[in-house]
């Protein structure tokens, strides 16, 4: 039971060194001539070259090598680039915070352009001076995207609100990125509660794991079978390409042995999620608990009869 009130992950995936460049055809050589490698450049991160090669992608110690080609990168002027792709919980306010905490304590200034609803970037440069040091691009939308966009070698670095599928793993081996399941792959930013909710003026305060489940199949439709009024219950969830709706069928639906029932309605933001079922007295959602605005969280119960509320890490005992 513990983990649906306390153990959402909000994880960023860390899938590859380098940074992502235009790609474009390079020519790798050994300083003596002996070896070459000829792809095209996937990354540089001031260091190390990611190549896809006929060999399959490499990665290259650039002091051991000359770079020649349209691609290569100019090591003189060299700007770091990162493209940040996923979960725009994560997006909207933590890895901003991040890149900015970044700067302060290495003595950069930063500048954050807008470019549209989805896409922004910070540009790092000298506290004197307007020449970049570094681009950090993002692109904020779900985490179903984010993965896209990385096996795409659009982004990399996912936001992710759940931990990878197993079809990823094997899509992310397929294209070269190897096992992004392994330990040095990924970061866990911060734990966040996935949290039920009701609206305040609905008289149900607790519910059990397992009628979750069969609300969420469709086999529990009335609220009076859960000591409410006798009315239907309205489910809400957030878009199905989210982490948190995906964390809800991984971690509740296949548990349960259940799918979930298709009359749900659905929202595109967390925010959106919580005032619908704030305003509804015969609604019912799973929300990120940061985030359940003014509605009313549900205490969780088990079979041993205990109560289990999620409180911010400051309230809890």
């Known amino acids: ?53 006929q060999y399959g992608e490499l990665t290259v110690d650039g002091s051991g090598v000359l770079c020649e080609g349209p691609g290569c990168p100019s090591l003189t002027a060299f700007v770091a680039e990162l493209s940040i792709s996923g979960s725009s ?88 990125l190897g096992q992004l399941d392994d330990v040095n792959r990924s970061r866990v930013l911060a734990l966040d509660a996935m949290t039920v909710i009701v609206s305040p003026t609905n008289p149900v305060s607790a519910l059990s794991v397992s009628d979750l489940a069969r609300i969420l199949a469709g086999e529990i439709d009335n609220w009076r079978t859960l000591g409410g009024a006798d009315a239907p219950i309205s489910i809400h969830l957030r878009d199905s390409q989210s982490g948190i709706s995906q964390a809800v069928e991984d971690r509740i639906m296949k548990q349960a042995g259940s799918t979930l029932v298709e009359s749900v309605t659905r929202h595109a933001t967390n925010t959106d999620l919580a005032q619908a079922v704030a305003r509804d007295q015969l609604a019912i959602g799973v929300a990120s608990h940061s985030e359940i605005g003014n509605s009313k969280p549900l205490a969780l119960t088990g079979t041993c009869g205990f109560q289990l509320r999620c409180q911010p890490p400051d309230d809890q005992d």
Not at 32 to 38: H, T
Not at 132 to 143: A, E, H, M, N, Y
């Open 1 to 53: 039971m513990k983990q649906y009130c306390a153990a959402l992950w909000a994880a960023l995936f860390l899938v590859m060194s380098g940074v992502a460049l235009r790609a474009d055809d390079v020519t790798l050589r050994s300083r003596d001539g002996a070896i070459e490698l000829y792809g095209t450049l996937l990354g540089f991160d001031g260091e190390f070259y990611r190549v896809e090669t």
């Open 89 to 176: 919980t994560i997006g909207d306010v933590l890895m901003p915070a991040l890149v900015e905490g970044f700067a302060l304590q290495n003595n950069l200034k930063t500048e954050r352009i807008n470019i549209n609803d989805t896409h922004f970037e910070y540009v790092l440069s000298p506290p004197e001076g307007d020449t970049p040091v570094g681009r950090f691009q993002f692109r904020v939308s779900s985490t179903d995207e984010g993965f896209a966009d990385l096996l795409a070698d659009e982004a990399d670095l996912v936001m992710a609100l759940r931990e990878i599928r197993g079809g990823e793993l094997a899509l992310a081996a397929e294209v070269g």
